[in-house]
Structure formats: C-alpha cells, structure tokens
C-alpha cells in the first residue's frame, strides 16, 4: 500500500535503476550474504521509504525543480569512502566492547554562513583537546567524530510560523530555506540541496587536509590552542594533562626508538542527522566490490527522536544502508520500542552497526533508562549505548532564549554512567552540542555564566551549544567518570 499522502513533497524522479527482472534478482541473491539477504526479503531500496509515512519534510513548491537537483545530486562524487565507514563502524564494535569511546560533538544546526575555515578548526580544535583529556583520563582510545559537515537539516516542532497576523513555513534549516521571515526566503529551495552538499564536502576536505597534514599530531597538542584558552580558569589543569601525555609519549619513543604508529594522525569521522528522505536517497550509492547500498555524504547517520517510529520512513531507509547508524531515544520510550527498533534497524545483529543515543533528560533518566537496558540485554543485542545528556535538558529562560545547564547535563551524564553499570552494560560514547567559540548560550559551569549573560553573545539559530571553557571542564568531568568505569 502506498501511503503518501496529498502534499507530501515526494519526488517523482527515479534516481537510481529500476527494480531488476527475478532472474537477475535470483543470481544477486545467491551472492548475497545473510544481512543483506534479511534486508532484500523485506524489498528494501533507496527509495522504498516512499511507502511510508515521512515526518518532517519540507514541500517543495516546484515538483521538476526538485526532481533536477535530485538528479545532479546523485551524479555527484561522494563525500566520504565506503572505507572509511567500514572502518569507523569495526571501531565503533570496540567501543561496544568497552576498548574504546565515542566523542561526537558539534552544532546543532551548522549554517551556510559559518562553513569558514576558522570556525571549522576550532571545532576541530576543541574536540581535539577534549579527546586528549579523555584518552589521558579513561586510559582509552577516542573515536572522535564532528557534528558537522552536513548538519544542515533541522526537525521543528511546527510546520509554519506566525508571527503578527502572518504564516510563513518554518524554517528547517540552511539544506532547505532561508532564517529570514519572508515569503521568498522561507519557500524551500531545492538549489540548497546542492549548495548543502558542496559546504559539506568543503568542510570535510578541509578537516581531512588538516588531520593529514599533522594538525592532529598528538606531539603537537599546541596546534589545537584557541585564542581565549590561556584565560580560562581551567587552563592550568589541561596544560598539565597535555605535558604529562607529552612526556609519556616522549618516553615511550625513546624506549622503542620509533615513532608510535596512530600518534602522529588520528581518525576524525563526520555524521548528521539524516532527516531529509530524498536527499538521504540521492547521496545512497553502491560501490565496487561490495555488497549492499552505502550513504556516502556522511559516515554515521543519526535517526532524531522525532522520526522514529517504527512504521515510518526513516526507520525504513536507514535500516537498508550499510553505514553505522544511530537511533536518539527520547520521552516517551518503551522498552519494547528500543528493542523492535533493534531488530529492526540491526536485524544480522552486527557488532559496531547500531548506537543507541539516550536523551532522557536529568529528571527522567532514572526512572527510565533501567528498563530500557535491560530489555535490550535480554534480546541480545549489541548496541553502542550513547548518551546525550543535552537535549532533553533544554529550558526557555524568563526573556525567552533556550538555555541548558551546565549541572544537569553533568547530573543526565553521571546517572547514564550508573545506571548502565548497574544493569551489566557500560557507556561507550557522549553526544554533545558545543563549539570551539566564546558563545554564551548555556549556563553555569566554572566560567559561572548567569542567565543575565545570554544575551551576551548567543549565536546559536537553534539549540544552545556548551563553549568553548564549558566543553574542557565537561571533558575534564567526563574523564573522571571514564576512569572509574574502567578502574
Ligand atoms: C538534535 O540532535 O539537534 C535533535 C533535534 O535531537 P533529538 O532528535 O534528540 O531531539
Ligand atoms: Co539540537
């Protein structure tokens, strides 16, 4: 049954090839391997997301406008290699396995404007430092991945916006119109599906010429110092972090007398949400060599908490795509939710292919967090638990800005931590909003940003972002928690 319903903004274009002939299905087939046999008996294609229901996506005024850019956009190179997501989903496998842990950070929205060389390294920068703070802390290897290099799509909770008599769209994001409140910069565009696409890759280009030229050198931490870093009370302890990791790593050449691989380069990964349906299925490619349907604009997809259901669209595309993917679970959950989107989205139950990213909030995480953990180990399923312990701590403050606090995003934090080792399973990753800027868009922490401070320099069009001195002191707080999950 097609349910599609009247206005949806459902491209007609057939962007990849019809549906093969039985026979030649019938030789693919026996090619295939067990996953992608379970994924092929449920007829999954780039676009059989079209049968279901599709929350969250723009209309598109002009149907063959969009079919056109949908076209180009799939004749595009991709961003990243199939290589690459193979290698950060064998990685994300160890974290599951507790040998490693997930740093994944960045903007809630990244927009157009701010596709610049130097807020793109100083998001990079402050990830660095925060990993070196965890490597040092957890005794353990980061995988570091950015919010960023696509975040351009955003779920809202309307789909227009009024403002003194007059209803516009809501704007979802640079991917899609534009902020102002104008009938012309609020239509969406499909032109901005390949301006998207273009910063994208620019963004990650940059971040890969930087990480391969040496700017990640661990020898080299003094690369990564942003501008306001010496001022920040918590300067001295990180300095000392980084010498102590120096040293050590001056040591241990010595006593081998070689440089120590993985040292001088590390790994940095991108992800974003993937909301935007026909956008995911143009940029949905299958390569040489290997089995199965890749998305190649970015290597770790998230599922919102918005666009879960178990029926709906997304679940339907992201559970055909090879890549690793993640799923936010959000209120309200039930156990046996996260355990059918489990067998949904992970059916072969493959190591390192689904993280669950809780964001329950510091008020509801105890009550909830415990069920949910235990169902899924009781169907045994390897997942990657995450937390983010910043959207559903989300406050409007008195002058109407959306705010979060520094302690209650610590407190979500250290009761994930708990809970999941009281119930056999452990933290393997954070998920946070923040930026390498001077930003004041949450409160507290030791800077002591006060409420009376927002209006100060609040940046963000969307979700408040922890800043620069915030993101340190919360690594510096998170390393303490790591340690003692490993002690
Ligand atoms: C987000 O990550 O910006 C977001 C909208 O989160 P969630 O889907 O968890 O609400
Ligand atoms: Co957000």
Known sequence: MVRIHVGQPISRARIHQPIPPLETTMIFWQTLSPVSRI??????????????TAAQQPV??????LDDALRQLHQLPPL?????????????AEAALGRRFLLQGGDCSETFADCASGVIASKLKILLQMSLVLVQGGCQRVIRVGRFGGQYAKPRSSDTETRDGVTLPVYRGDLVNRMAFHPDERRPDPELLLRGYERAGLTINFIRALVDGGFADLHHPEYWALPFGRKSPLAGEYLRMVNSITESLRFAEALTGRTLPE????????????????????????VPRREGWYNLSTHYPWIGNRTRQL????????????????????????????VALCQTLNPANEPGRLSLITRLGEAGVAGELPGIVQAVRQGGHKVLWVCDPMHANTEM??????????????AELEATFQILGENGAH??????????????ECIGGACGLTEDDLSRDYRSPVDPRLNYEQSLEMALRLAKLLAKQNA
């Open 397 to 410: 403050t008195r002058s109407g800005l959306k705010t979060r606090r520094f302690e209650k995003v610590l």
């Open 39 to 52: 994924i092929q008996s449920n007829e999954w294609r780039p676009d059989s997301w079209r049968r279901k």
């Open 60 to 65: 598109y005024p002009d149907q063959s406008a």
């Open 427 to 440: 933290l393997g990753g954070v998920h946070f909003e923040l930026t390498g800027e001077n930003v004041t």
């Open 80 to 92: 990243v290699s199939s290589w690459e997501v193979e290698s950060l989903k064998q990685q994300l």
């Open 263 to 286: 040292m001088d380069r590390v790994d940095f990964f991108s992800s974003r949400e993937g909301l935007h349906l026909c956008n995911e299925e143009a940029v949905t490619h299958q």
């Open 311 to 338: 029926e709906g669209a997304h679940v339907e595309y992201f559970r055909g795509i090879c890549n690793p993917i993640a799923v936010k679970l959000g209120l309200p959950i039930s156990p046996a939710e996260v």
